[in-house]
């Protein structure tokens, strides 16, 4: 800075600051050193961001769920337009409490233990429903640790029959607490066309006599939670 400018400023020092401003009415200079500075505010190392809209889960579903009075006319129907039986057993699944989507641990008899983490939207439609699973074959260090961690929502405990048909699951399930209900899957493969799976599941309807059934928009987690609360 010129000699002559130098001239024309006074030397104020004060909270350890060194400070120049001009003699006359006109702008403050500013801080030259020891300034205190602003911080950038301070992220939890355990925030994630979100994943994209467009960050899909690997496997598809289109799903549709209702409640009934009794599951024994519609397997009979089941039966005669040709589906036939795959498995039944008791299942258990523990639901953790998770931001966005759902994930579970399933347990059932006679098979890996697996884990599932699914996103899917809340509808009395047939809807998607996106899935990975993975099979935990410690499924109870898994639980423990997830317990701790990001805690247990809820607990879901049925009694379910499994029946194919043209690629369809058929689940006719007994939930304890909850009753009796059919969910239909219809497992759409990579290379396979949504609109033929949705068409077979709007057939299949019909033919279980479910036109008229109360479809139920969420899953099993939620009507339990909902009852205890």
Known sequence: MPLAALANLSLDVRRGMVIFERTWDGPTLGCLEDCPREEPPRTNRYDRPMPRPDDQLPRLN????????????????????????????????????????????RRQEG????????????????????????????SAAVEQALRHTIGVAASVRKLREVYSWRGIRIHLDRVEGLGEFVELEAVVEQEGDPLTARRDLEELVEHLGLGSAESIPVAYVDLISSRER
Not at 67 to 91: I, K, M, N, T
Not at 114 to 126: G, W
């Open 62 to 105: 289109l799903e549709i769920k209702f409640r009934v009075a009794d599951l024994e006319p519609v397997r009979q129907r089941a039966l005669a337009a040709g589906a036939s039986p795959q498995w039944r057993g008791w299942q258990e699944d523990v639901f953790f409490a998770v931001p966005r989507g759902r994930l579970k641990l």
């Open 111 to 138: 098979q890996v233990p697996q884990l599932v983490a699914y996103l899917r939207k809340d509808s009395p439609e047939i809807r998607e429903s996106r899935y990975v699973i993975a099979s935990c074959a410690d």
